[in-house]
């Protein structure tokens, strides 16, 4: 989430990382984000565009392996 933040130059991600809004949602187009944690499941299926391949971002551990994932992001508004 962070790292879309600086990339856009605006605040995103209501809630700051807890999984609970949904507004840092996307899409993963190419990569494996590993699996997400039952509340995270849980909010994903809350949204109205949710894919098969969606995730919160602020859920997604950013280490050497996000380096070459591409992910969309998936507006809910």
């Not at 962070?2 to 700051?16: H, Y």
């Not at 990382?17 to 190419?30: I, L, Y």
């Not at 109205?48 to 591409?70: F, G, H, W």
Request: proline share 3%; net charge negative.
């Amino acid at each position: 989430m962070e790292l879309v933040e600086d990339k856009l130059n605006e605040e995103w991600g209501d809630c700051k990382g807890r999984a609970m809004c949904g507004t840092c949602h996307v899409d993963v187009e190419e990569g494996d984000t590993g699996t997400p944690e039952a509340y995270e499941l849980q909010k994903l299926e809350e949204l109205p565009n949710k894919t098969s391949t969606s995730r919160l971002a602020c859920q997604i551990v950013t280490d050497e392996q996000i380096n070459n994932m591409i992910f969309r992001i998936l507006r809910d508004y």
